[in-house]
C-alpha cells in the first residue's frame, strides 16, 4: 500500500480493509492511501475520530505533505444523533475554517466536493451509502450485490428478520444481513473486504459506478 500525498480517510479498520481491496481492485492502490483516525495521530479510529482527525491533516494540503484529500463517514441515522444532514453539516462547519466553500457541489456521480477559496484542490466527501440517505457502508454493499448472489442475499435478510430475539438494535439490522450473508460465503469468517475480494458487487450497479467516478474526480 502506498504512502503517497493522496489521503482517503475513513471510520475505522474494517471500512480500512474494504477500501483498500476496493483501491487494489481498481489499480488505485499505488495512488490512494487509505488511512483511519489512529494511523495519523488521532485518538480514536470512529467517525466522530475521523472527522476529528481533519485538523490534522487539513494543514498538511497547505505546506505540500499532502495534495489531496477525502473522507469517507456513514451517515447514520437522526435517532441515534447524527443523520445525513448533521454528519454533512458537522464536516462543513469544521473544513471552512481551513478555507473550503460551505456548501458542498454534487456530482453527476453522486459524491460531493468543497471547492478552497484559495485554489487548493477539492475535498471529497461521500457520505454512505449515497449522500442522500441515512444509513451505512453495510446500506451502500446491499445495493450493489451481484445478481448471482441476490437470492442468497434475499435468505439472509429472510433468516435475520425471522430472529425471535434480536439483541442488536434495529438500526444495525442491516449489518446483521450483511455479516449473514459473508458467513455464507465461500470463506466464512472473512470481513466486509472479502465482498470485493469475492467479487460479489455488481460494478455496474449505478451507486458503484458513481462511487468509482468519484474516487477518480478528487484523486486524478
Not at 21 to 43: M, P, Q, R, W
Not at 62 to 84: F, M, P, T, W
Not at 99 to 116: I, Q, S, V
Request: glycine share 8%; net charge negative; with cysteine.
Amino acid at each position: 500500500m502506498a504512502n503517497s500525498k493522496k489521503k482517503l480517510l475513513v471510520e475505522g479498520e474494517s471500512d480500512k480493509s474494504f477500501f483498500q481491496e476496493f483501491c487494489k481492485a481498481h489499480n488505485l492502490d499505488l495512488t490512494i492511501t487509505v488511512s483511519v483516525a489512529t494511523d495519523e495521530g488521532g485518538y480514536k479510529s470512529s467517525k466522530q475520530g475521523a472527522i476529528n482527525t481533519l485538523d490534522i491533516l487539513l494543514p498538511n494540503l497547505y505546506d505540500g505533505k499532502l495534495e489531496r484529500l477525502a473522507l469517507i463517514v456513514d451517515a447514520d441515522q437522526i435517532s441515534d444523533g447524527n443523520g445525513l444532514n448533521n454528519t454533512i453539516n458537522q464536516i462543513a462547519k469544521k473544513i471552512q475554517t481551513y478555507g473550503f466553500d460551505p456548501e458542498p457541489a454534487r456530482l453527476p456521480n453522486g459524491g460531493l466536493t468543497f471547492k478552497h477559496t484559495d485554489g487548493l484542490a477539492d475535498f471529497g466527501l461521500w457520505v454512505m451509502p449515497n449522500n442522500q440517505d441515512e444509513g451505512m457502508l453495510e446500506n451502500w454493499i446491499e445495493h450493489c450485490i451481484h445478481a448471482n448472489d441476490i437470492a442468497l442475499y434475499q435468505h439472509a435478510q429472510t433468516t435475520v428478520n425471522a430472529l425471535a430475539t434480536q439483541k442488536f438494535k434495529p438500526i444495525r439490522q442491516t449489518k446483521a444481513k450483511i455479516a449473514t450473508w459473508l458467513a455464507w460465503q465461500e470463506k466464512p469468517g472473512e470481513g466486509l473486504y472479502y465482498a470485493i475480494d469475492g467479487k460479489l458487487l455488481d460494478q455496474t450497479a449505478p451507486l458503484y459506478a458513481g462511487f468509482i467516478a468519484w474516487l477518480h474526480h478528487v484523486f486524478s
